[in-house]
């Protein structure tokens, strides 16, 4: 019997598809399948080499040997190559030893494997993705919780440096079971409905984050196994929690063994390094001009939507995906044929991605990380837009806190900084995001961006979450925010939890709870939080004491919020604002509270709007307004 038996998985469908960028599952097709073919137990394996001369299969299964288990090329010029290895099963070490036309010899890991070895080891590992899902439940509710019009509260984090077994030891990590067993409480506890896992694709560098991928099908080995990662997102889902995956769509490492110069060619990589090279991240741009590489991403959005539950995907660094000049001096890009500098090849797949997605998981949303004012990018495809559910509102996050870092004695100046967001708050459907990058680099911790004495860092970073979270758009935050981390985030250590026995840290993050619970419990803060009948303008223009107020609004008329902001550690007494409604309004929360460790300018009982025209309102309130802190009251009609 031969060591490699002739054998496909692929129809000429399938072909057409791929070749044609819209095949959506090749990762049932391409691979390691464990199979029984005439009786026998084995792995099929197929890999996508269309400039290799000769390709083999080489693992422990045959000592590595280089020869004795040749694939077969399709007849139809596909550049696949295929066959089936008798004895093979799941937990086999394997690459592919791919000699290419002009005679260069390479070793390969799958792009397709389910598992890899544990850097720095660089081996495919033969391994099924059979799991027995419990989150039925959530599966058929969760349109209500993933949907534009419900709350969508996130908690980014690093799976790698949330906790740690051992802080000082940097190669131990805990699994994906132990992780679970903390995490997912305390994302419960603290009101996220979301968490936002940096990427868990297999990377070879931690110091990457998980952003410079070369296993695009796998759940990295540093904490477990495939299995244990969908047992995770199933007790997400039973805790009620939506799980958003980072993907990385944009650019790829030139680790060897990975997708560059995969079969000796720029397989996956465009071959002008103006397009094909990225020189922020030192890396490869993906080919979005070859269908096959088109049909490669689309397979891997579905993939991890499909296989692994997940409720969203955002999607990394699309403004370098789409512009051909992203971080690029003149001279070192070439317009497009229409003398832009869209990339319009990738513009192109994005919408087709996003028409994917969508049609086949309508209750899961997509998210970008785009940073220009690149039309539409959360409008339909039909409208002229990109088709993502939602976009990164990266300019109200750096207008924010720009806005924050400024001494108060400054900042009346500056108050137009902080309005001007709203402006063009529902040109998309925006989240806000505090993330990861933002304290990294030099950039300092969020506590330690704010002005001030200690007493006055943690005020202003409780009034810069209210300002937050009763802003338009949806929220997003990254681990350590919530307590206020002294430190900028290290992926090689835990987070600064030792921090919680100090009383200011705990009150910082007991506001965060409480606030996360006004956000879900208030449909005047998400029901029309895309749509600008959700807000109006109540107090703008008081730049000397800078106050800011405003109303958020449900769909009933009388779900009413008002929000009163003050930027200065100055608390006004009797401050008058206008009101459009008569009747009683109620404080429901105020971030200078004494739990949270506040000065206690709070406002207490029913406040009573009296018929007097203020401001160009109809009702006037008199108001306690806390020394660089918010009220937000609640409307009850009379």
């Known amino acids: 019997m031969p060591s490699v038996i002739p054998f496909s998985l692929f129809t000429s469908a399938d072909i057409a598809l791929f070749q044609s960028g819209s095949h959506y599952r090749l990762y049932e097709k391409f691979g390691a399948h464990t199979l029984t073919l005439d009786g026998e137990e084995g792995t099929y394996f197929s890999v996508w080499a269309p400039d290799a001369a000769f390709v083999a299969v080489t693992g422990d299964f045959n000592s590595w040997d280089r020869y004795s288990h040749t694939l077969f090329p399709r007849w139809d010029q596909s550049g696949i190559w295929e066959g089936f290895v008798p004895g093979v099963k799941a937990g086999f070490l394997y690459k592919y030893f791919i000699r290419s036309n002009s005679g260069e010899e390479l070793f390969k890991g799958d792009p397709y494997a389910h598992m890899w070895e544990l850097r720095p080891k660089t081996a495919s590992i033969v391994h099924s993705l059979d799991y027995n899902w419990k989150d039925a439940e959530w599966m058929q509710q969760r349109k209500q919780h993933n949907s534009l019009h419900s709350p ?9 440096s949330w906790r740690k077994p051992d802080p000082a030891d940097h190669e131990r990590f805990y699994s994906y079971k132990e992780i679970t067993s903390m995490l997912v409480p305390y994302v419960k506890d603290m009101g996220y409905t979301h968490v936002e896992l940096m990427p868990v694709m297999e990377h070879p560098f931690d110091g990457s984050w998980g952003y410079q991928l070369t296993g695009y099908y796998a759940p990295t080995s540093r904490f477990g196994t495939a299995q244990d990662f969908m047992e995770m997102i199933d007790a997400f889902h039973h805790a009620g929690i939506g799980v958003i995956l980072d993907w990385v769509p944009s650019h790829f490492p030139y680790d060897s063994h990975g997708l560059f110069r995969f079969d000796g060619s720029h397989t996956y990589e465009y071959a002008d390094m103006r397009k094909g090279y990225h020189p922020d991240w030192n890396s490869y741009i993906f080919n979005y001009a070859r269908n096959e590489v088109r049909s ?19 999607v990394d660094a699309v403004a370098s995906m789409i512009h051909l000049d992203y971080s690029r001096d003149k001279g070192a890009w070439e317009a497009n044929e229409l003398g832009g500098n869209e990339n319009l090849e990738a513009i192109s797949f994005v919408k087709k991605l996003n028409e994917t997605i969508y049609a086949l998981f309508p209750d899961v949303q997509t998210i970008a990380e785009e940073s220009t004012s690149f039309y539409g ?28 870092k400024k001494d108060p004695v400054h900042r ?23 993330s990861h990058d933002e304290v990294v680099h030099g950039k300092s911790p969020m506590l330690y961006k704010m002005p001030g004495d200690d007493w006055q ?45 100090y009383t200011p840290h705990k009150g910082l993050q007991d506001f965060v709870r409480d606030v996360n619970k006004l956000y879900t419990g208030s449909p005047a803060l998400y029901e029309q939080q895309f749509d600008g009948a959700g807000f109006e303008w109540i107090t703008v223009n008081d730049y000397d004491n800078c106050v800011l107020a405003y109303l958020r609004k449900g ?30 309004w109620q404080e429901i929360l105020n971030s200078d509270d004494p739990k949270y460790y506040g000065s206690g300018v709070v406002n207490t009982g029913m406040q009573t709007a009296v018929k007097q025209l203020y401001n160009g309102k109809d009702y006037t309130l008199s108001l306690r307004v806390p020394p660089l802190g918010a009220t937000i009251l609640q409307y009850h009609s009379l």
């Not at 769909?555 to 009683?584: A, F, H, K, S």
């Open 555 to 584: 769909i009933r008329p009388d779900d009413v919020l008002l929000v009163v902001l003050n930027m200065t550690p100055v608390p006004r007494e009797g401050y008058l604002v206008g009101v459009p409604l008569g009747g009683q």
């Open 457 to 501: 860092k943690f005020a202003n970073l409780r009034l810069l979450y209210s300002y937050m979270f009763t802003h338009p758009g949806t929220k997003l935050m990254f681990m350590g925010d919530e307590f206020g981390q002294t430190s900028e985030w290290n992926y090689k250590t835990e987070l600064d939890w030792h921090l919680l026995k």
């Open 296 to 314: 490669f991403l689309l397979s891997n959005a579905v993939f991890w939507l499909d296989k692994f539950h997940a409720d969203g995907l955002r």
């Open 377 to 404: 990018v959360s409008r339909p495809t039909f409208m002229g837009g990109l088709g993502f559910g939602m976009k990164w509102m990266m300019g109200w996050m750096n207008d924010t806190l720009d806005y924050f």
């Open 412 to 434: 009346k100046w500056y108050q137009n900084d902080l309005t001007f967001s709203v402006v063009y708050a529902f040109s998309e459907n925006f989240m806000l995001p505090l």
């Open 152 to 160: 969508y509260s996130v908690y980014e984090l690093h799976l790698g």
